[in-house]
């Protein structure tokens, strides 16, 4: 294909609306197509929760060019924002008063995306045809082509179920009306599906956390509200991290309250619960384990992280990790069982291309697959590679750009936390913390807690 090269760019999120600040940049052409009425669409679902990272760390470099020349003033970059302001702030102007406001389509859910032409099965000729991107809007179904796509849908709409086995537990999907996933708003937006109400957490990570010291809270205003932690592990100790000798000082010391509300009795813990059926009884969930333990409840949380819906690639050839579900070269380098967030390098175009599909990426944190240590800047660094490699700029697309403070960042998630935007282990969480050491490995060797994402 000849002039302007179009790009498709699946999602309106953080990562995407930076993909494009980055192709407009390079003189490309960017079409942002946004399942959702809004951008950011998906932390619109989580704006009550602070973000670990400050102002500093969550803003594309290529974006915030676009929004100066609007007269825009940056944020306080040392401050803490929540979703909410994340949007207000930053998100929602960069949709809508830069030039980006004329190649974002929200309310355009893609379905699919193949080559004009081509099915799966077929080669000869296959990587020089366009793409074919097929979407819903209010008008139906339609069609775009496309030189490049690159898939930053993320992950949040696909949340783990509560099976131990990675299946939904028997009877998870009949009583889905009394479950819910990630981190909803207990103490505000859905109080009143929870005050007063026996509440079951499962999950480690900090949206767990986060979640059950909210409901201990909502406890001490609403009589009759209990919360139980369910646990897949046995040592709740991990879940606690360094205390006072946590270089990471928020941390440690939300670390050590949970721990309180736990000893305490405020919060009733169950460990070893690896969640395999869940019925109804007499107006109640029971959540039953695989060694046939039985925990009543009225409301269950699953907090157990999230998984990438890979659907709409199915007509295209794409490798894929077995198990992490991660482009096959990324894989190796975020693979929760080997790396913590200080340990995943700076990685591009390079690692996220598609081999038997040429100029199909995969970024954001759905390149990430089923691993936890996203980081959102790490997600603008793919993007201004990607957009590089597109343009035919090698040079910086092989380039590192991504530049931290010696410490890394982090977040305070775990390897079961929410979907994750900013700050590595798993993104938003529920208080702020600092930045995080940059090796565990070294931490610990020290004496120290280490990142706490291992």
Request: charged fraction near 20%.
């Amino acid at each position: 294909m000849t002039g302007v090269k179009t790009i498709a760019i699946i999602g309106a999120g953080p990562v995407g609306l930076a993909a494009a600040a980055h192709a407009l940049a390079r003189g490309l052409l960017p079409v942002v197509l946004e399942a959702g009425p809004e951008a950011a669409h998906a932390i619109r679902q989580w704006q009550h929760v602070q973000l670990f990272s400050p102002w500093k760390y969550n803003i594309d470099t290529a974006a915030a060019r676009l929004l100066s020349a609007t007269g825009w003033t940056p944020p306080a970059p040392e401050v803490y924002p929540t979703g909410r302001e994340l949007i207000e702030a930053y998100l929602a102007p960069l949709a809508t008063r830069t030039a980006l406001r004329e190649v974002v389509h929200t309310s355009h859910r893609v379905t699919a995306i193949s080559r004009v032409g081509f099915d799966k099965a077929k080669s000869k000729g296959r990587a020089a045809v366009p793409f074919e991107v097929r979407y819903r809007n209010g008008d139906g179904e339609a069609a775009m082509q496309a030189d490049a796509v690159i898939d930053v849908s993320g992950t949040w709409f696909s949340p783990n179920p509560a099976g131990s086995n990675g299946l939904p537990a028997r009877g998870e999907i009949d009583h889905r009306n009394h479950i819910a996933y990630a981190m909803p708003d207990v103490l505000n937006a859905q109080r009143g599906r929870y005050a007063g109400r026996t509440v079951a957490v499962l999950g480690s990570g900090h949206s767990a956390i986060g979640t059950l010291m909210e409901l201990a809270a909502l406890a001490e205003e609403a009589q009759g509200t209990q919360a139980i932690w369910l646990l897949r592990g046995d040592d709740p100790t991990r879940a606690f991290g360094g205390g006072s000798a946590d270089q990471l000082a928020a941390r440690g010391e939300l670390g050590m309250a949970f721990a309180a509300l736990v000893r305490s009795g405020r919060i009733r813990l169950e460990t070893g619960f690896h969640v395999t059926q869940i019925a109804g009884q007499d107006g109640q969930l029971q959540v039953v384990a695989s060694s046939g333990r039985t925990v009543s409840t009225d409301e269950l949380i699953v907090a157990t992280g999230f998984r990438p819906d890979l659907s709409l690639l199915s007509e295209l050839r794409v490798r894929l990790d077995p198990a992490i579900e991660a482009p096959v070269a990324l894989a190796p380098l975020i693979d929760p069982n080997e790396h913590s967030c200080g340990t995943v390098r700076p990685h591009g175009a390079r690692e996220l291309a598609q081999a038997d599909e040429p100029g199909l990426y995969l970024a954001g944190m759905k390149s990430y697959g089923r691993a936890p240590t996203f980081l959102m800047m790490t997600g603008y660094e793919q993007v201004r590679s990607i957009t590089a490699d597109i343009a035919g700029d090698k040079a910086a697309a092989a380039r590192v750009e991504l530049q931290l403070p010696e410490t890394g960042v982090c977040t305070r998630g775990g390897l079961e936390s929410i979907a994750a935007l900013s700050g590595c282990c798993g993104g938003p969480a529920p208080s702020r913390v600092d930045s995080c050491c940059a090796d565990d490995a070294k931490a610990k060797a020290a004496g120290r807690a280490g990142c706490g994402c291992s």
